[in-house]
């Protein structure tokens, strides 16, 4: 259980995290159709409920924690500092 402990905490820093517009849409969306199962149950609209409640409550998807960002690659071995000697082409 001790191990436990880290994974909870950042569950509960994931779920208390500050809601921005797509959070806050993913979760309407979740709503609606779970909303809509009430009316006509689908388990499509179960599925689609649950996903994007889901993905509401923990934030995470494409669209939330930078999950787009890609990694620049780092060249090994040059200074990024370095100065840059050009040579004049005539």
């Known amino acids: 259980m001790?191990?436990?402990?880290?994974?909870?905490n950042d569950l509960r820093a994931r779920i208390t995290a500050p809601w921005d517009a797509m959070r806050i849409l993913r979760a309407v969306l979740a709503v609606l159709f779970l909303a809509s199962t009430i009316q006509r149950p689908e388990p499509m609209a179960w599925f689609a409920g649950g996903f994007f409640g889901l993905q509401a409550l923990l934030n995470i998807g494409c669209c939330g924690m930078g999950g787009c960002q890609i990694e620049r690659p780092v060249r090994k071995g040059t200074a990024v500092d370095a100065p840059v000697h050009y040579d004049e082409i005539r």
């Open 2 to 8: 001790h191990n436990a402990m880290p994974i909870l």
